[in-house]
């Protein structure tokens, strides 16, 4: 792959003037820096050391102790590295990560997985000239386990990079991958160090398509099943930049801004070591991912002389710009072939009790809620722990069992969220999405997101019996509902789903060509029929079928559909149909991201919190959490627990929406 960064050579470069542009800047009181920073970030690595070596022969001062002395704080940190060789700045980032307090293992990971051959024994002479002292001691010193083994392996800088693969040895390779971990009782650890850390990237992409065949789970899902703690967030990090180098530090870049707080180690490490490599490709990867670009997430999360100079390093909007690089649109061509070839287990939080007894849970929440004060634990116990059809079952046995309305009960007895929340779980599911669309409609203000997420992600199953059961509870059709209180695309779109006449089957590949070409077209269609065009294929199409047109889409018209989604369409038209391509993509990724939304920032959206705990702890909870973990860095159990407190005085609230989440990843 070529040139891909945005840092080159500057033209007719002259290290003496500038060490006395730089010498200017810091003479006298205070310092110019704007003149600094425009000066380091348009000049390469390879530049800015002879300016270094000019600096201290026409001044006889070191620059970079001047650049210290001069600038604070993240800025300094900032222009600092950025004057230190590429080796040198790795080897001072290993050196903090294993000799600071305590182990910066994110660092040791990314560093480690993500440098080729030459990179990683330049580091490692660097680390010997500036510390005199040997890195893989210090490692060795410093981590234990298969981590350290892994990191060892990878700091020999041996990896095959011949780029030729053998096919014979690529299918023992991924059986042995597969008879060391899936296939045994226990992992055989060595045998994914031995393989992963030695083969070439050519043959381990092949290998690990090989391995999905086999284990009809991806490596990553294999990884996070048989492996755990650093060990584990390392084997990802090294399968990841196997994958997609840039797509790995996209989402590391990702990481270090979202939330409260950035980690501004991490995000000057990246942009630093990577503007004269493959930040365009790392851009593309982030608005890929992330519906927005690499420059307005910086623009966004940081400030000042610091941000400017980060934009810099960054070198443009994305935002601006349609079509994908080449490599970029590589990539999300691979994207949309790995989801569609991944075969992912759907896994609940919440199982059917063993030696459930509906007569036994019908009389313990009687006695719960009977005399002076409600015994919350005790309702909470039982209804979010036992399966919707369990509950039901409770329902009838209370009723004729004690002649009273289980429901009218608990409204009594229970307030706020805690009231919803266990009421919303001991309706049937098809009662429950009812009650959710009628709360969306009804009031002041239509929940635009809820219509949404409810008809996107429901089965034709589930929502022909929603339908049925809005019309029992509230003698209307949610038809007529939703016409009385949406228009124009949006109502349209609406209506199209809530007929819950999705195709089911298979990708029909010609049909898919064709329906991309058609697409691809509508884009340079009017307005209404780019939208109705889009309506008849993404609200009709199986989600298989739909995995395939959004592929060839990309080889069709080089572009992204989220991307055009986001750039053509506007409002509640552009959140329906960007809601449908998430949900192709990565339906619990969907989720993880919602429920991340409802949380974050102030004031939590319960409503939508207690809307996918309640629908998805009997479907994909468990898949949901986990992908909540990957994209957040934090478990989902713990953002609720955090989350929730306030407002939540007694705790009941989040206790009952912690034992739905089922556990701390």
Known sequence: MGFRGTITDAPDFDSTADAETLYNAMKGFGSDKDAILDLVTSRSNRQRQEVVAAYKCSFGQDLIEDLKYELTGKFERLIVSLMRPSAYHDAKEIYDAVKGVGTSERCLIEVMASRNNRQMNEMVAAYKDAYGRDMEEDIIADTSGHFKKMLVVLLQGTRDESGVADADL??????????????????????????????????????????????????????????SGDFERLM?????????????????????????????????????????IDILDIRECFRLLYEKSLYNMITDDTSGDYKRTLLN????????????????????????ETSAMTKVQLRPTVRPASRFDPAADAQALRK?????????????????????????????????????????????????????????????????????MRKAIEGAGTDEHALIEILVTRSNEDILAMNAAYQDAYKKSLEEAIHSDTSGHFCRILVSLLQGAREDGPADEERA????????????????????????????????????????????????????????????????????????????????????????????????LIRIMVSRSEADLFNIRKEFKETHDVSLHEFIKVETMIGDTSGDYRKTLLLLCGGED
Request: aromatic fraction near 8%; glycine fraction near 6%.
């Open 368 to 436: 719960a809620m009977k005399g002076f004060g409600t015994d919350e634990d005790a309702i909470i116990d039982i209804v979010a722990q036992r399966s919707n059809a369990q509950r039901q079952e409770i329902r009838q046995t209370f009723k004729s069992l004690l002649g009273r309305d289980l429901m009218k009960d608990l409204k009594s007895e229970l307030s706020k969220n805690l009231e919803r929340l266990i009421i919303g779980l001991m309706l049937t599911p098809a009662e429950f999405d009812a009650k959710m």
């Open 170 to 227: 690529v299918q023992q390779d991924a059986q042995d991958l597969y008879a060391a971990g899936e296939e045994q009782w226990g992992t055989d650890e060595a045998k994914f160090i031995m393989i992963l850390g030695n083969r070439s990237v050519t043959h381990l992409c092949m290998v690990f398509d090989a391995f999905e065949m086999i284990a009809e789970m991806s490596i990553e899902d294999s990884i996070k099943r048989e492996l």
């Open 513 to 608: 060509i064709v329906d991309s070409q058609e697409l691809a077209d509508a884009c340079n269609a009017e307005s209404d029929d780019m939208v109705m065009k889009f309506m008849s294929i993404l609200c009709t199409r199986s989600f298989p079928h739909l995995r395939k047109v959004f592929q060839e889409f990309v080889r069709y018209s080089n572009k992204d559909i989220e991307q055009i989604i986001k750039k053509e369409m506007s409002g509640d038209v552009k959140n329906a149909f960007f809601a449908i391509v998430r949900s192709v993509k990565n339906q619990p990724s969907y989720f993880a991201d919602r429920l991340y939304k409802a949380m974050k920032g102030l004031g939590t959206d319960d409503r939508a």
């Open 236 to 276: 990802l990090a090294v399968v990841q930049c196997i994958r997609s180098v840039p797509m790995f530090f996209a989402k590391r870049l990702y990481k270090a801004m979202k939330g409260l707080g950035t980690a501004d180690n991490t995000l000057i490490r990246i942009m630093i070591s990577r503007s004269e």
């Open 313 to 336: 390093l960054c070198g443009g909007d994305d935002d601006l710009a349609g079509e994908f690089f080449p490599e970029a649109a590589q990539i999300a061509y691979k994207m949309w």
